[in-house]
């Protein structure tokens, strides 16, 4: 029989967000439904490899098509990242075709640079990471572009890639307004390679030409919550003791990791009902695991642990103008944690969240201004304020983001942009699924089966995003595969393998 593209479509999504679900109930015989052999070559109709696949796009363009996805909804930002997998080579069949996956795999002006390397002699490593690159659009529109397979991407590989996958996605009607990046030492160097002063990107505000549309700008932006943890990172060094890596100091005033954790306790001893009940001891003494989650950071920086902070400064009275830097950094830090994961969009120059970033700005150069003018030495001027690459970030967050709100906004008075999705959580949760499938165990894979969980993700989760306005409680929006665009036959699987002596041939 032949199936309705509805019930392959419906079957597939429930296929790939849990494979032995979707056979328990194929099993329980309470529904008649395709057979996983048939889903599969579905899923599979598009053969994911290194690289940028014309038929990905292709297919980014039929889904957006078929999801009445606005013009502004085009418009979005690249994200990329890195993840580390398997050094591994393996042997997968592609039809009749033995292909050999596991080497790095970038484009031919990295593979030119390492004969360069290697004094005239190629020489191809094992891939240990990989590179992967995701559009999200304004509206939620979500997909990732491509992936290529590395050794530790560098900034000069970031540039032609990014500006590759810039003017590709230009060509299928795609805009890129702003790039999102985590803040690496490779990524920091690529933001650099796009100014002719590389010294100080700050003075462009961290707006870039866009090699794509030369009469627009682009935007480069470090990723909210990485800067949230770099921050709190630089706390949990702050103290006062001789030889202390940090002693951060606010108008005079110590800000020290130990006022946090003093506040803390008064707020779960000084009444019956906690003040606030999130946090918890691993909030304030943090392994190094916990130190990779976002939530844990913020916690520390909110409006809650501001209102925490105030009320033990109070109850101290007199005694408690020790803690005046504390607030004040407390103040801005959440100021921009509230921005950034708030969902309302922003429709117009004038919304007053704009104004309050810009004042988060403006006080972390009055602290570093207030630091760099004294007459210390270098050695302690570093001492008393966040990392340069801290700070940085926090400007390129910022001064970044209100450049994306203006240029979009310009070009398009009816556009809007939502805070909550300019962050780098759209590619963490994609590798995540990744670690996560085989029942959660798969947390060190090859690059094959990288290639092969790209296609379920895109199949079993929506591709418009929960935090857009564009979409209703209501809506499904779960991507279709390609097959049912282009009405190609579906691969069938070849029953003959190859002989044992073909293999010879990639030794």
């Known amino acids: 029989m032949r199936w309705d593209k509805r019930i392959i479509s419906l079957c597939l999504s429930m296929w790939n967000s849990s494979p032995k679900a979707y056979e328990h109930l194929k099993r329980s015989n309470f529904l008649l439904l395709p057979s996983q052999s048939l889903l599969k070559k579905y899923k599979n109709c598009i053969h994911q490899r290194c690289g940028f696949n014309t038929e990905m796009f292709r297919w980014m363009n039929f889904e957006c098509d078929d999801k009445n996805i606005s013009e502004n909804g085009r418009h979005g930002g690249l994200s990329f990242d890195e993840v580390a997998i398997q050094e591994d080579l393996v042997y997968t069949r592609r039809k009749d075709e033995l292909i ?57 590989e970031i540039y032609n890639l990014f500006w590759e996958a810039v003017i590709t996605l230009k060509e299928w009607g795609f ?34 030409s866009n090699r794509a549309d030369l009469s627009r700008k682009l935007a480069m ?65 943090p392994d190094q695991a916990q130190k990779m989650r976002n939530h844990l950071a913020e916690e520390v920086l909110d409006v809650e642990m501001l209102h ?49 970033l810009e004042d988060v700005a403006t006080f972390f150069l009055d602290w570093e201004r207030q630091v760099e003018d004294t007459d210390l030495t270098s050695s302690v001027k570093r001492k008393y304020l966040l990392s340069y690459e801290c ?27 939502t805070p909550a999705m300019i962050n780098s959580d759209i590619i963490e949760n994609m590798f995540c699924q990744v670690r ?8 060190n894979p090859t690059l094959d089966d990288y290639g092969g969980i790209v296609n379920s993700i895109i199949l079993g989760q929506n591709i418009v995003s929960v935090k857009s306005n564009a979409k209703s409680v209501d809506t499904v929006f779960t ?29």
């Open 479 to 507: 991507a279709k595969p390609l097959h049912f665009y282009t009405n190609q036959p579906l691969i069938k699987t070849t029953k003959n393998m190859p002989k044992l002596k073909n293999l010879m041939q990639y030794r």
């Open 100 to 156: 050999l996956t596991g080497m790095v795999d970038i484009n031919e002006e990295s593979k030119q640079g390492s004969i360069i390397k290697n004094g005239g002699t190629p020489k191809t490593d094992l891939a240990s990471h990989v590179f992967q690159m995701f559009f999200l659009g304004n509206t939620g529109f979500r997909w990732p572009v491509a992936y290529f397979a590395t050794r530790e991407v560098t900034a000069p």
């Open 391 to 417: 700070r940085d970030d926090i400007m390129s967050c910022i001064h970044g983001f209100l450049g994306l709100v203006e240029q979009t906004l310009t070009r398009d008075p009816t556009a809007t942009i």
């Open 175 to 208: 805009s890129v307004d702003y790039a999102i990046m985590d803040g690496a030492s490779s990524n920091r160097s690529f933001i650099k390679l796009n100014y002719t002063d590389p010294s100080n990107p700050r003075k462009g505000r961290f707006m870039v």
């Open 308 to 356: 925490i902070m105030k009320k033990y400064q109070a109850s101290l009275k007199d005694k408690g103008n020790h803690l005046d830097g504390c607030v004040k950094l407390l103040t801005n830090t959440s100021t921009l944690i509230r921005i950034f994961r708030d969902k309302k969009p922003i429709k117009n120059t004038s919304d007053s969240r704009l104004k309050q």
């Open 436 to 443: 996560a499938t085989n029942n959660g165990s798969n947390t």
């Open 221 to 285: 932006i470090m990723d909210f919550s990485h800067c949230v943890k770099k921050v709190r990172n630089g706390m949990l060094k702050s103290a006062e003791y001789e030889g202390s890596k940090k002693s951060l100091i606010i108008d005079g005033k110590f800000v020290l990791w130990k006022y946090f954790h003093e506040a803390y306790q008064w707020s779960i001893n000084s009444s019956t009902w906690a003040i606030n009940i999130k946090l918890t001891p691993e909030h304030f003494s």
